[in-house]
């Protein structure tokens, strides 16, 4: 068995375990009302407020491509990032979209390794502003986050921990394994090409879309009863966005339903009630990630197809 097939049932199994204990502790009724909860007001919101995280996410990319020397403009990435969003959201691991992309535009560059480079380099910025972000948020609003790890029983830190050494293991193996020797050299050169005075940019169209997924989640909140004030909740949203952004699920569901369950019942709140927060915003980014869906299929559609080999 190959290790990039290990790897993918690792991730998998992981999501496959935080459903089933889920599953067996609060059964189907926290999927089931967050399927019922769904509206017409709340897809409104959802659409323009995932065009917004989208499109900052996509002009991050550019920005990093073109630091890297690939051509690529904001109107191709856009739709580009919305086919990665889809694929991420109906497809295990949460990153298989981001690796079409990568080859997508590798293959159109000629440049598969650098092209590849600037997808992860780009989701790495995003998730570097994240964290930052969420220690911003631990300062300015004292004792919001610590109660919440305290909560958790020893046995849920140890795993925790275990799992974040798992994937840091993973990722310096692959990099070693693939690069080698030369892996020093190419990321030296590439800190050089993205440290640069312009690099306040993707940093802000980065904290643009987590803000934009924030309000996202908020609205999950508004939609499921929650009445917890905005200030207060956003401690708990964060920690839910922080698990949704693992690559470890099942097509978008598992670390971010069991982070939610375990936050809120940490807060003083229901953890069924989180588990619907968690999965009324899985359906509204499922829902608001069709477009590129729709994307897809007028690639694969033959009419185009001939248009563009004539």
């Given at each position: 068995?190959?290790?990039?097939?290990?790897?993918?049932?690792?991730?998998?199994?992981?999501?496959?375990?935080?459903?089933?204990?889920?599953?067996?502790?609060?059964?189907?009724?926290?999927?089931?009302?967050?399927?019922?909860?769904?509206?017409?007001?709340?897809?409104?919101?959802?659409?323009?407020?995932?065009?917004?995280?989208?499109?900052?996410?996509?002009?991050?990319?550019?920005?990093?491509?073109?630091?890297?020397?690939?051509?690529?403009?904001?109107?191709?990435?856009?739709?580009?990032?919305?086919?990665?969003?889809?694929?991420?959201?109906v497809l295990p691991g949460g990153v298989l979209g981001d690796v079409d992309r990568?080859?997508?535009?590798?293959?159109?560059?000629?440049?598969?390794?650098?092209?590849?480079?600037?997808?992860?380099?780009?989701?790495?910025?995003?998730?570097?502003?994240?964290?930052?972000?969420?220690?911003?948020?631990?300062?300015?609003?004292?004792?919001?986050?610590?109660?919440?790890?305290?909560?958790?029983?020893?046995?849920?830190?140890?795993?925790?921990?275990?799992?974040?050494?798992?994937?840091?293991?993973?990722?310096?193996?692959?990099?070693?394994?693939?690069?080698?020797?030369?892996?020093?050299?190419?990321?030296?050169?590439?800190?050089?090409?993205?440290?640069?005075?312009?690099?306040?940019?993707?940093?802000?169209?980065?904290?643009?879309?987590?803000?934009?997924?924030?309000?996202?989640?908020?609205?999950?909140?508004?939609?499921?009863?929650?009445?917890?004030?905005?200030?207060?909740?956003?401690?708990?949203?964060?920690?839910?966005?922080?698990?949704?952004?693992?690559?470890?699920?099942?097509?978008?569901?598992?670390?971010?339903?069991?982070?939610?369950?375990?936050?809120?019942?940490?807060?003083?709140?229901?953890?069924?009630?989180?588990?619907?927060?968690?999965?009324?915003?899985?359906?509204?980014?499922?829902?608001?990630?069709?477009?590129?869906?729709?994307?897809?299929?007028?690639?694969?559609?033959?009419?185009?197809?001939?248009?563009?080999?004539?």
């Amino acid at each position: 068995m190959s290790r990039r097939t290990l790897i993918a049932l690792f991730r998998a199994g992981v999501a496959a375990v935080v459903l089933v204990l889920l599953l067996d502790r609060f059964g189907t009724g926290p999927f089931a009302r967050a399927a019922d909860l769904i509206s017409w007001p709340a897809i409104v919101i959802a659409f323009p407020v995932t065009l917004v995280a989208t499109a900052s996410c996509a002009m991050r990319w550019t920005w990093t491509a073109r630091r890297l020397d690939l051509g690529l403009d904001n109107r191709a990435a856009l739709a580009a990032y919305y086919r990665s969003l889809f694929l991420n959201q109906v497809l295990p691991g949460g990153v298989l979209g981001d690796v079409d992309r990568a080859v997508r535009h590798g293959t159109t560059e000629a440049a598969i390794a650098r092209a590849s480079r600037a997808v992860v380099w780009e989701r790495l910025i995003g998730q570097v502003v994240l964290v930052a972000v969420s220690v911003v948020v631990l300062v300015a609003i004292p004792g919001s986050l610590q109660p919440v790890w305290r909560s958790a029983p020893a046995a849920s830190r140890l795993v925790i921990a275990l799992v974040a050494l798992v994937i840091a293991a993973i990722t310096i193996a692959g990099v070693r394994r693939r690069h080698g020797r030369q892996a020093h050299g190419w990321v030296r050169s590439d800190i050089q090409r993205l440290v640069v005075p312009g690099v306040l940019t993707p940093l802000a169209l980065s904290a643009v879309a987590v803000l934009a997924h924030l309000v996202l989640l908020e609205t999950a909140m508004r939609v499921t009863g929650v009445g917890v004030p905005p200030l207060a909740a956003l401690p708990m949203l964060l920690v839910v966005l922080l698990a949704s952004s693992l690559p470890l699920n099942l097509a978008g569901w598992g670390p971010r339903e069991g982070a939610a369950a375990w936050v809120f019942a940490a807060s003083g709140l229901d953890a069924s009630t989180g588990v619907t927060v968690a999965a009324v915003y899985g359906i509204l980014s499922l829902l608001a990630a069709l477009p590129g869906g729709a994307l897809m299929v007028l690639d694969a559609w033959p009419g185009r197809v001939r248009r563009e080999a004539s």
